[in-house]
Nanobody
Framework: QVQLVESGGDSVQAGGSLRLSCKAS????????MGWFRQAPGEEREGVAA????????YYADSVKGRFTISRDNGNRILYLQMNDLRPEDGALFYC???????????????????WGQGTQVTVSE
């Protein structure tokens, strides 16, 4: 059974930083696209950042470019998201997702991901 377990969510003030982690039990972790997504109340889930299986390629939503960094540790099957200069609009439930790569490319589209964690809450106050 595939499990993705997120951690690291917290309440911070604007301008602060957080590091999210996602521990995966996925046997195919090394060949999977991994991504971070977020969903605020009443909104659709949106892709924040994604990373190719080897980590060579990364993808970011325009709203987080230059502030967030995605990385992965394939040996330990962990996905990370370093978030700096957090803004109130970044607050949401953050999920990690795993899905197949297509021609070694990944996407930020939630529909391209098959497995999901339960989420970790990020709250950013003024």
């Amino acid at each position: 059974q595939v499990q993705l377990v997120e951690s690291g969510g917290d309440s911070v003030q604007a301008g602060g930083s957080l590091r999210l982690s996602c521990k995966a039990s996925l046997d195919t972790f090394r060949s999977a696209c991994m991504g971070w997504f977020r969903q605020a109340p009443g909104e659709e889930r949106e892709g924040v950042a994604a990373i190719s299986p080897t980590g060579l390629y990364t993808y970011y939503a325009d709203s987080v470019k230059g502030r967030f960094t995605i990385s992965r540790d394939n040996g330990n099957r962990i996905l990370y998201l370093q978030m700096n200069d957090l803004r109130p609009e970044d607050g949401a439930l953050f999920y990690c997702g795993a899905g197949p790569s297509r021609n070694y490319q990944c996407s930020l589209a939630p529909g391209d991901y098959e497995y999901w964690g339960q989420g970790t809450q990020v709250t950013v106050s003024e």
